[in-house]
């Protein structure tokens, strides 16, 4: 396993980070996401991703148990704040941050985590009040630093200036969604990232899974998969028979490098130097190894090449 800075941060993360979006909590029982945790520091993993949202807290909750007894300095745990919790809390608040960030901790059972997140941008809270809300909770040291989930680059320009001019915790990641499939970070939150020391922290590199190779146009999605739901709006964009297609011309370039179709993927999106990690969610140790061997998998010019002409 590589590791990279996180930004202008004293954080080094794992190039692969485990996510606990819809799992922890969720879809795996509590040793299930135990076994994730063990085979993830098996493979050098030191990275997790969760948020307050996730599975209503208890992603949190079951993470936290995972975790007890390591090292505090073995890992970096980042979260996140913002989405509506039952209670119907919700935003970017000076009363939020300040409230959400305790929850967290308590789920967690941590006294601070690495990395807190805004899971959006927030219309209707002044960007003022949120970074300074930040910034009292990294003075207190219930955070470490600071970062951003789905903003724009201008966004995180106009946030990074005002921490300037106003003396306020740095944001030091981006996290959006960037894959073969979802180019988008490219036009304007790498660059603007890039201008001033954010890292990005990418979600769904795999595109829910359909960059692995194993969704085939004209074949009835098996049972239990996530595709054999079509309603699910995050995958279903990707599940046109020819973007399938596509996927399908990146099998031979794999093989060709002795890696599979997921790994190839992964190593494209770690291609970019502005990638700190990928966020990848697993349901089985067996998933998480795979993925976890695209560190450090290079790709020539040629092969970067012929990556994008398949797509």
């Known amino acids: 396993m590589r590791y990279r800075q996180l930004g202008d941060s004293d954080l080094r ?4 980070c485990l996510g606990t979006w819809t799992t922890f909590g969720g879809t795996l029982d509590e040793d299930g996401a135990t076994a994730l945790v063990d085979a993830a520091f098996e ?3 030191n990275f997790f991703d969760t948020a307050n949202v996730y599975s209503e807290g208890r992603s949190e909750e079951v993470l936290g148990r995972a975790l007890a007894g390591r090292p505090r300095d073995s890992y970096v745990v980042a979260t996140k704040v ?3 919790m039952p209670s119907g809390d919700r935003g970017l608040s000076r009363e939020q941050v300040l409230k959400q960030i305790d929850a967290s901790l308590e789920r967690l059972q941590l006294d601070h985590v690495d990395l807190y997140q805004c899971h959006s941008w927030d219309e209707d809270v002044p960007v003022e009040e949120t970074l300074g809300a930040l910034t009292e909770v990294v003075e207190a040291g219930k955070v470490r630093f600071i970062g951003v989930s789905n903003w724009s680059g201008e966004q995180i320009r106009g946030a990074v200036e005002l921490a300037r001019e106003r003396g306020f915790a740095k944001i030091v ?3 959006p969604e960037y894959s073969l499939l979802h180019l988008e970070p490219e036009e304007d939150v790498i ?3 890039r201008e001033n020391g954010v890292s990005q922290i990418v979600y769904s590199p795999l595109a829910q899974g359909v960059l692995s190779g194993k969704y085939r146009p004209g074949e009835q999605w098996a049972e239990g998969t996530r595709a054999a739901d079509r309603g699910d709006g995050f995958m279903s964009r990707f599940l046109a028979d020819d973007v399938l297609e596509r996927v399908q011309r990146l099998g031979p370039i794999a093989d060709g490098l002795g890696v599979t179709t997921a790994q190839l993927a992964l190593a494209w999106v770690l291609r970019e130097p502005n990638v700190a990690s990928a966020i990848v969610g697993a349901s089985r140790p067996d998933q998480l190894r795979d993925n976890a061997a695209a560190s450090g998998v290079e790709l020539d010019d040629d092969t970067v090449r012929a990556i994008e002409d398949a797509m």
């Open 13 to 16: 993360v794992s190039e692969i």
């Open 43 to 45: 493979q050098g993993i």
């Open 82 to 84: 913002y989405g509506t």
């Open 173 to 175: 990641s981006s996290q």
């Open 191 to 193: 660059p603007a990232s």
